[in-house]
Nanobody, 116 residues
Framework: QVQLVESGGGLVQAGGSLSLSCAASGTIFSFGNMGWYRQAPGKQRELVAASTRGGSTNYAASVKGRFTISRDNAKNTVYLQMNSLKPEDTAVYYC??????????WGQGTQVTVSS
């Protein structure tokens, strides 16, 4: 069974940093597009950052310049480095990935809370 297993997250003060990671397990297939989404209470899930297998990236305007997405293709792992965190970054962060068969997967979500 393919799983995207997230780690990281937690509670941090405004201006601080957190790092998330997400690794695909239970599969022999490589992953193409991988990314991070977030969902705050009462809001829709939104794209935070995404990366192609070749390393092309795109970011939500609200996080550009503060967050960095990176990946290790050999490990089917994607990372999100979050700096200069703001209270409005508080949300559940979800990893998403599409494998070479075009099957799409979601992680279980990890809570990020930024206190003011």
């Amino acid at each position: 069974q393919v799983q995207l297993v997230e780690s990281g997250g937690g509670l941090v003060q405004a201006g601080g940093s957190l790092s998330l990671s997400c690794a695909a397990s239970g599969t022999i297939f490589s992953f193409g597009n991988m990314g991070w989404y977030r969902q705050a209470p009462g809001k829709q899930r939104e794209l935070v950052a995404a990366s192609t297998r070749g390393g092309s990236t795109n970011y939500a305007a609200s996080v550009k310049g503060r967050f960095t997405i990176s990946r290790d293709n050999a490990k089917n792992t994607v990372y999100l480095q979050m700096n200069s965190l703001k209270p409005e970054d508080t949300a559940v962060y979800y990893c998403n990935g599409e494998d070479s068969r075009r099957f799409n997967y979601w992680g279980q979500g990890t809570q990020v809370t930024v206190s003011s």
